[in-house]
């Protein structure tokens, strides 16, 4: 048997419970009961929980939290983003990319109803900022995209006063 394959036929979570439980007195016969359980050597064994293969967490605990800016900045700087890509739309759907806006935003900066927004150099990678537009639904897709028609219908005739 290959280490890889030794590998995926001992559990990350048996080897958790076989770490914690190694400092009992009884450790060799637990690592010999071990190895026969999963049909390895016990050198496999050992070699396995050397290689610090332990389970990792399911995400950060700030998942989804920006770290870079504030969730209030990064929010604003996405919607700056996201209309200038509107903005500069050809007729063929072409338009400036997140790098393109991120460099004109660091260079010139420009002018929103808000006020000037100019970027410094460096503070934010055009990953990052791909990233967030797509979390706050500011990809160029549903950016786009037309707004679903709804007719109204009234029962009856006079139903649109008030």
């Known amino acids: ?3 890889a394959q030794a590998a995926s036929a001992v559990p990350i979570e048996a080897l958790a419970i076989l770490r914690r439980r190694l400092a009992a007195p009884e450790r060799r016969r637990l690592m010999e009961a071990t ?3 999963y049909a390895i050597s016990r050198a496999t ?3 396995l929980l050397r290689d610090n293969r332990r389970p990792k967490e399911a995400c950060r605990s700030d998942r989804g ?3 870079v800016l504030a969730a ?3 929010e604003r700087l996405c919607a700056v983003v996201a209309a200038m890509k509107v903005k500069t739309t050809n007729r063929k759907g072409r338009h400036l990319s997140t790098v ?3 460099e004109l935003l660091e260079k010139h900066g420009v002018d929103t109803p808000d006020g000037f927004v100019k970027l410094e150099k460096d503070r934010i990678t055009a990953s ?3 990233r967030h537009l797509s979390r706050l639904g500011y990809d160029h897709q549903r950016m786009i995209r037309e707004p679903p028609a709804v007719r109204f219908q009234a029962e009856h ?5 008030s």
């Open 128 to 130: 990052t900022l791909n």
């Open 1 to 3: 048997m290959s280490m």
């Open 45 to 47: 064994l050992y070699r």
């Open 100 to 102: 393109r806006v991120l």
């Open 65 to 67: 939290r920006p770290r």
């Open 157 to 161: 005739s006079n139903a649109l006063r």
């Open 72 to 74: 209030d900045e990064i």
């Open 35 to 37: 190895a026969q359980l």
